[in-house]
């Protein structure tokens, strides 16, 4: 690893306030898209045409709802990771990508070894958000199974899984620890939310 900030990312205090606020996004994107039809469903026989206002409001909103929900109960996974893992300062790629393909990152981890790793739940910039130094990347995770990714200095950590997935050899120096803060099955296959 080319630099070790703390003993885990957790220790670092932007990192905690970066969660903190994908914590309240995530929240907003769970309210934003289910507040409203509630608020519509709650106002059924007492305002005129609201069960048509609720059923428009449904057929937008319920298309994403199920997306932002996983995002929102997924954020314990990445606070798993920066609690077990060490951020490392990274060289890295932002490959240009066609508009409506996943955001990719790839990053060398050895000689013989790159890895490209998706963004998820929805496509960032990372190269233009906050980012003094785009051509390198804060990594905090396993290379084989992924992990959380921020631009330098750990205020904006993201999910990130390999791009292509591929079931690894069980076991083996660090598999267990993956395997713990939810990187990979027990079948040696990559988590993929």
């Given at each position: 690893m080319s630099l070790a900030v703390a003993k885990v990312a957790w220790d670092h205090p932007p990192t905690v306030v970066g969660f903190r606020r994908l914590v309240l996004r995530r929240l907003g994107w769970v309210f934003s898209l289910g507040g409203p039809p509630l608020i519509a469903l709650a106002c059924i026989g007492r305002v005129p045409h609201a069960g048509t206002a609720f059923a428009l409001i449904t057929m937008l909103a319920a298309p994403l709802l199920p997306w932002v929900l996983t995002a929102y109960i997924r954020r314990h996974r990445v606070k798993a990771v920066l609690r077990s893992?060490?951020?490392?300062?990274?060289?890295?790629?932002?490959?240009?990508?066609?508009?409506?393909?996943?955001?990719?990152?790839?990053?060398?981890?050895?000689e013989d070894f790159t890895a490209t790793l998706r963004i998820l739940p929805f496509p960032i910039a990372l190269a233009q958000l906050e980012n003094d130094h785009p051509d390198r990347i804060w990594f905090a995770g396993d290379p084989r199974f992924g992990g959380v990714v921020s631009p330098v200095g750990g205020h904006y950590p993201v999910r990130v899984v390999p791009h292509t997935p591929r079931r690894e050899e069980c076991g083996g120096e660090g598999f267990d620890l993956a395997r713990r803060v939810g990187l990979v099955r027990a079948s040696g296959k990559a988590t993929r939310t």
């Amino acid at each position: 690893m080319s630099l070790a900030v703390a003993k885990v990312a957790w220790d670092h205090p932007p990192t905690v306030v970066g969660f903190r606020r994908l914590v309240l996004r995530r929240l907003g994107w769970v309210f934003s898209l289910g507040g409203p039809p509630l608020i519509a469903l709650a106002c059924i026989g007492r305002v005129p045409h609201a069960g048509t206002a609720f059923a428009l409001i449904t057929m937008l909103a319920a298309p994403l709802l199920p997306w932002v929900l996983t995002a929102y109960i997924r954020r314990h996974r990445v606070k798993a990771v920066l609690r077990s893992y060490p951020w490392g300062e990274w060289p890295c790629r932002h490959p240009l990508r066609p508009p409506g393909s996943p955001a990719t990152i790839a990053i060398p981890f050895r000689e013989d070894f790159t890895a490209t790793l998706r963004i998820l739940p929805f496509p960032i910039a990372l190269a233009q958000l906050e980012n003094d130094h785009p051509d390198r990347i804060w990594f905090a995770g396993d290379p084989r199974f992924g992990g959380v990714v921020s631009p330098v200095g750990g205020h904006y950590p993201v999910r990130v899984v390999p791009h292509t997935p591929r079931r690894e050899e069980c076991g083996g120096e660090g598999f267990d620890l993956a395997r713990r803060v939810g990187l990979v099955r027990a079948s040696g296959k990559a988590t993929r939310t």
